[in-house]
């Protein structure tokens, strides 16, 4: 029996008794069945039925997935939770691990099946070594639920229903767990249950089989009995997953790292294979032309004469013109072969990086959960009523970097809640939703990635800001009078500056900003914030990322080689005087560099307001090669606008040039071009 109002309960049947003809209706007319659906699972959420709007929600989304079969299940799940509510039960009856009707394993995506799998995998490694921990049963089992909470983050991102409603019932059992004995309780259901999610994720429709009693039963082996022993602890692997299931291994991402470092060995053993069939080739051609140099000095000589040259020296040349057309032949041949070899490794090496490096690859929705978990937990504390709205968490980056976010963007989100977001009342006095709303976005802009953390709290009055740093004497009144809004903002980023009042355990001590930025900063990264009062603040990280492979326009600029993104590189022309160019060393801060031969028209697409062009200045334009990119240090980040490194085969290193970060430059040139020529070198942009 449910505990949920009675009112709301009898509300949400009526609801679900009035949305139920609509929903019988969704063949002729699908779009009301469909709000109906979502006002559905809503109702079912307020009223307190958990159960019933999870499933709602399972089937809404396989409706969005034009899968026409789970229109019958939504009446029929609808139907049985009038038919039960009405008897005083609850509206599903959650009984894990039986699963609910409507609950079927679903294909994963092949574009993220393999690093959902290595990620689970990795997670049940983790877990087998805490079920060993025997020792301290409670720190066991925070480890557990910090293993399978995790686990259903990347069900839930790579779309297995399954394993999400599993492991959301396991973390609750693990949850309850406030002693010793009830740590070493669950523990135990932990065990019993391991060698299942293993199972959900080989074989999910056989394990779902075996949870609810449905289709075709599975072996003991993938399932495990009653009495089982735990795993790692004496019991038998499982047996491996049945054809056509993928088969996953636990690689540390150290090895991966070590494989690729590995493969540019190879790859810089391979360039001088390449660089010797080319010397190849071109001694072949010599030979052919000293053959045809001697040919030519026969013809000139003639026939043997009295007089002339003897006739054996003349054989002499003939057979060396001979043997040096052979020779030519010989090895233009074995040169072929070697840059048809050449090219094969070439194109191996590329491939096996490329799918080492997917594997150092995570989302950045694993960061938004996270982002997401301490701004419910802080919303709590607070005594805020917040709603996290998320973009761009299908974006993919490298699992250091990912790593390196988390802790930056965590003191942001609490700054949202501690500093932005007002009390309920406050709000709903403001004329504003009770409930504040924290949006994480996640973008690609070339080489760089940008999170911006907003909400739509009270916001900085910069004004108030002014009077601080003038009062504190970080800044003259006359500086602080001229000064923009966003150099304003970014006082709060100094050590000890505070727009509170008091300070608490969350927020007023002017210690976070200066230490996130430290970080970001660590990373090559800046922060950037804009606000209004009022209205919110935006905070904008952004950081240099591991592209992976780019092809890339190799360019020329005075004695140095650089790597420009062909993405950006819409048209290369020739350079004249009616163009406002700036050379590639003036947006480096090297020097004006002058007149150049070649101008490059960058470009920018995005999904919003396109960037203008900008032109670009360089000396020479190689060829476009894809290459792997990778992350510069600070130091290097910081003396110009690079997206990365490439080291090439014999060790040397190329420098990526940032297209996004380049163009203000350029433009900033473009515009004082003519105070600039022949000037010196160039002032910063």
Not at 140 to 151: G, N
Not at 200 to 221: F, K, T, W, Y
Not at 274 to 281: C, D, E, F, I, L
Request: glycine share 8%.
């Amino acid at each position: 029996m449910t505990n949920t109002d009675p009112e709301l309960l009898k509300l949400l049947v009526q609801e679900l008794d009035r949305h139920l003809e609509e929903l019988d209706a969704w063949e002729t007319d699908p779009t009301p069945a469909k709000r109906a659906l979502h006002a559905l699972r809503g109702s079912a959420g307020l009223a307190g039925e958990r159960e019933l709007a999870a499933a709602l929600e399972r089937l809404e989304r396989r409706v969005r997935q034009d899968d026409d079969t789970a229109w019958d299940e939504a009446k029929a799940v609808v139907r049985s939770a009038l038919k039960r509510l009405a008897e005083g039960e609850s509206a599903v009856r959650a009984s894990w691990p039986v699963p609910p009707p409507d609950l079927v394993a679903l294909p994963i995506n092949p574009l993220v099946r393999a690093q959902y799998a290595a990620e689970v995998t990795d997670r049940l490694a983790r877990i087998d070594e805490a079920l060993a921990t025997s020792d301290d049963p409670l720190q066991a089992v925070q480890a557990l639920y910090r293993h399978v909470h995790t686990m259903k983050g990347a069900a839930s991102a790579a779309g297995d229903e399954l394993m999400t409603w599993f492991c959301h019932g396991l973390e609750e059992k693990i949850r309850a767990a406030d002693s010793k004995a009830a740590a070493r309780t669950a523990m135990d259901e932990v065990a019993h249950w391991r060698v299942v999610l293993g199972a959900l994720l080989d074989e999910p429709e056989a394990a779902l089989a075996r949870l609810g009693g449905r289709h075709r039963p599975i072996s003991a082996e993938v399932l495990p009995v009653p009495g089982a022993s735990r795993p790692g602890v004496g019991s038998e692997p499982p047996r491996a997953a049945s054809d056509g299931a993928m088969a996953t291994i636990r690689v540390p991402a150290a090895d991966v790292d070590t494989l690729l470092e590995k493969l540019d060995v190879i790859d810089r053993a391979r360039e001088p294979i390449g660089s010797r069939a080319r010397r190849g080739h071109a001694v072949a051609l010599s030979m052919r032309q000293l053959r045809a140099t001697l040919v030519e000095a026969l013809r000139l000589i003639g026939p043997s004469r009295p007089w002339g040259a003897p006739a054996a020296a003349l054989k002499s040349v003939q057979t060396v013109a001979s043997a040096l057309a052979a020779f030519g032949d010989e090895i233009d041949v074995a040169s072929a072969r070697l840059r048809a070899s050449e090219q094969v490794l070439r194109e191996s090496v590329i491939d096996a990086k490329k799918q080492l490096s997917a594997m150092r690859q995570t989302t950045v929705g694993r960061i938004f959960a996270r982002l997401t978990t301490a701004i419910e937990s802080e919303a709590r504390r607070a005594g805020r009523s917040v709603i996290v709205r998320t973009r761009g968490a299908d974006e993919t980056i490298d699992r250091h970097i990912a790593e390196q976010l988390v802790e930056p963007c965590l003191q942001l989100v609490r700054n949202a809640v501690a500093h932005g977001i007002e009390a309920p009342q406050v709000r709903a006095d403001m004329g504003k939703s009770p409930s504040g709303t924290i949006a994480l976005t996640a973008r690609k802009s070339g080489s760089r990635l940008g999170i911006t953390i907003s909400d739509d709290g009270a916001g900085v009055d910069v004004a108030d800001i002014r009077a601080r740093a003038v009062k504190a004497g970080l800044v003259t009144p006359a500086i602080a009078d001229a000064a923009d809004d966003d150099t304003l903002l970014s006082l709060l980023f100094l050590p000890g500056f505070s727009t509170r009042q008091s300070s608490d355990l969350l927020a007023g001590r002017g210690i976070g900003l200066d230490i996130t930025r430290s970080s970001v900063q660590r990373m090559g990264g800046a922060i950037r914030l804009s606000s209004r009062a009022g209205e919110g603040l935006s905070a904008q990280v952004e950081v240099p990322i591991e592209s992976g492979f780019v092809m890339v326009l190799w360019v020329r600029a005075g004695d140095d080689e650089f790597a420009l993104p062909a993405a950006n590189a819409r048209r290369v022309q020739k350079s004249d005087a009616a163009l406002k160019v700036p050379h590639l060393l003036a947006c480096l801060d090297v020097a004006n560099g002058g007149a150049t031969p070649y101008a490059i028209d960058l470009s920018f697409p995005t999904d919003d307001t396109p960037e203008p062009p900008v032109l670009i200045g360089v000396d020479d334009v190689g060829s476009i090669e894809e290459l792997l990119v990778r992350p510069v240090g600070p130091l290097i980040a910081g003396l110009g606008p690079f997206a990365g490194a490439i080291v090439r085969g014999d060790g040397s290193v190329r420098l990526a040039i940032d297209a996004w970060a380049i163009a203000p430059r350029a433009r900033a040139l473009a515009a004082a071009l003519p105070a600039l020529r022949g000037s010196g070198p160039a002032g910063r942009a």
